[in-house]
């Protein structure tokens, strides 16, 4: 029989704490700046649009922060997730490089951002918050809320893009399964939703027109805070579990990864997997780190870095980042998950300082990688996380042109089983 390699954590192996990356850079971030007066916002003044405890994690220097019990129950549910060789892929490409994938897939709502749900909804509910209101792109972030609002008490409104919420149905009776309400976006029932659909009444919508909606209903109600599934410190803190646990793995096989990768949109799933990796690459460790974008929204490859507002109206704080403005519309592609103007601060700062490379694909070679993968690996990946599987056949290829070995690791982000309309 072939030789198949997964390498399944026991439960009790899974961390305990996530990695805050902040503790170990070299440098200090750029404040998020005030978007009326732009000065540096102190952590007290995000307390209208998050509960207390997310803006401690937010402003938290803390090298490692632990990981509530009642948030590690949830996780055993889904966690921790197998690592993966791709060794039919492998075989297809004759390359001499070895491809593990993450697979994040398992989790109740089919992608990693159940991670940060689970621990926000946690959070907010610690807190006396009652209701969350947030944005999402294909649903994903959407779906993973609506779930952990569920199993928090928490009530959820989602604002999804409008294309979005044409293009993807299932995932919007998803989020109703979870007792989750979802709104297309732009819509009539904010001030900045009327705005936009004034300037094109089929307008498809973006994530920053999302998230201006749901921070423009938040304001409106002091019992409701806001939940944010990409881009800010404290998400890609929850999401470090993914790479924590890929340390593990590697080490139970003992192999050390040279190129490790992932899709990237706001920043979420990528940061998740390569930051527990950094200070590897800081100590003079031969790795490398490839965030992998579409060609339609190439957020770190073509977009300035600069401070720029997270939302199209300019509600929220300015980051520094890279930008394509907020006023960027983005083309209608089915990944919807990558659509978004900006990136994490975190991420896009290591992308400045050349400790992590970005590169973008185009929708048709990216779903070309899709269904070759599904082919030989047996599982239909979500169109986001097709473009790390892109970029890894893409170095695979490389390493055989250039007769050198690789350990190339790469997260598959989550599964494309709500998305087959994409292929077709």
């Not at 938290?60 to 997730?81: A, C, S």
């Not at 800010?232 to 579990?241: E, K, M, R, S």
């Given at each position: ?36 007066t ?49 060794t ?11 491809i ?17 749900a ?129 340390e ?23 940061g ?66 990558l ?57 695979a ?28």
């Amino acid at each position: 029989m072939r030789s198949r390699i997964r390498v399944n954590l026991p439960v009790e192996e899974m961390p305990k704490k996530w990695y805050n990356v902040k503790a170990d850079l070299p440098f200090k971030l750029d404040p998020p700046l005030h978007p009326a007066t732009q000065q540096p916002m102190k952590p007290e003044e995000l307390s209208r649009i998050f509960p207390p405890s997310i803006v401690e994690q937010e402003a938290t220097e803390e090298r490692f922060v632990e990981i509530p019990e009642e948030v590690l129950e949830e996780y055993v549910v889904f966690r921790p997730t197998p690592l993966i060789r791709a060794t039919f892929l492998e075989e297809y490409l004759q390359t001499p490089a070895r491809i593990y994938y993450k697979y994040e897939g398992t989790s109740p709502t089919g992608s990693h951002k159940t991670n940060t749900a689970l621990a926000q909804a946690f959070y907010n509910a610690k807190d006396g918050i009652k209701r969350l209101v947030t944005e999402t792109g294909a649903g994903q972030w959407g779906s993973a809320l609506s779930y952990a609002g569920r199993k928090f008490g928490l009530e959820v409104k989602v604002f999804m893009v409008r294309i979005s919420y044409e293009q993807k149905p299932m995932r919007k009776y998803m989020m109703n399964l979870f007792d989750g309400t979802v709104t297309p976006s732009p819509s009539e029932l904010t001030s900045s939703g009327k705005k936009f659909l004034s300037q094109d009444p089929s307008h498809p919508g973006s994530l920053g027109i999302a998230i201006s909606e749901a921070i423009e209903e938040v304001m409106a109600d002091p019992n409701t805070r806001y939940s944010l599934g990409s881009v800010l410190d404290h998400v890609l803190l929850h999401q470090t579990v993914i790479g924590l646990e890929i340390e593990k793995q590697l080490e139970l096989i003992g192999e050390k990864p040279t190129i490790v990768m992932g899709c990237h949109g706001g920043g979420s799933n990528f940061g998740g997997t390569v930051l527990p990796f950094i200070p590897r690459k800081l100590a003079g460790e031969n790795i490398r780190f490839v965030a992998c974008e579409p060609e339609s929204c190439p957020t770190l490859t073509k977009g300035e870095f600069r401070y720029d507002s997270g939302d199209s109206a300019g509600f929220t704080p300015l980051i520094k980042m890279y930008t394509l403005g907020k006023e960027f519309v983005p083309p209608k592609i089915h990944a919807g998950g990558l659509r978004y103007h900006g990136s994490a601060p975190i991420i896009a700062r290591l992308v400045h300082e050349g400790i992590i490379e970005a590169e973008s694909f185009d929708q048709e070679k990216t779903f070309e990688a899709a269904r070759l993968f599904a082919k030989l690996e047996g599982i239909i990946p979500a169109p986001e996380a097709a473009h790390a599987i892109a970029g890894a056949i893409k170095e695979a290829i490389a390493a055989k042109e250039e007769k050198r070995e690789e350990v190339i690791v790469f997260t598959l982000s989550g599964h494309g089983l709500m998305d087959l309309t994409a292929y077709v």
